[in-house]
């Protein structure tokens, strides 16, 4: 059974940087790609990034702003997202998920999803 673990997620100031860590398990996990969604209270759960076993990777630039880094390590099937310079509005729930293709991880079309480790950013 394939599970997807987030971790990192906390309370920090405006200005500050968290480092969001998504470790998959389950001897048949061979999902190519890799992402990061978030739900802000309120809203529709937004893509934010994705990449893929061989380091390519996809961002949502409404949601990045040039401040937020998605890397992996492909042998610990695992997807980390740094982000930096943290506002109010980056408040929310944050959730890995992995798929076969970006096409189909961009969509929402996810095979597998993590419970969401929450991210709040106080002004």
């Known amino acids: 059974q394939v599970q997807l673990v987030e971790s990192g997620g906390r309370l920090v100031q405006a200005g500050g940087s968290l480092r969001l860590s998504c470790a998959a398990s389950?001897?048949?996990?061979?999902?190519?790609?890799m992402g990061w969604f978030r739900q802000a209270p309120g809203k529709e759960r937004e893509f934010v990034a994705a990449?893929?076993?061989?380091?390519?990777?996809?961002y949502n630039p409404d949601s990045v702003k040039g401040r937020f880094t998605i890397s992996g390590d492909s042998a610990k099937n695992t997807v980390y997202l740094q982000m930096n310079s943290l506002k109010p509005e980056n408040t929310a729930v944050y959730y890995c998920?992995?798929?076969?293709?970006?096409?189909?991880?961009?969509?929402?079309?996810?095979?597998?999803w993590g419970q969401g480790t929450q991210v709040t950013v106080s002004s």
């Open positions: 990449i893929n076993r061989s380091g390519a990777n996809l």
């Open positions: 389950g001897r048949s996990f061979s999902s190519n790609v």
């Open positions: 998920a992995a798929g076969g293709e970006f096409r189909a991880v961009l969509s929402g079309r996810c095979d597998y």
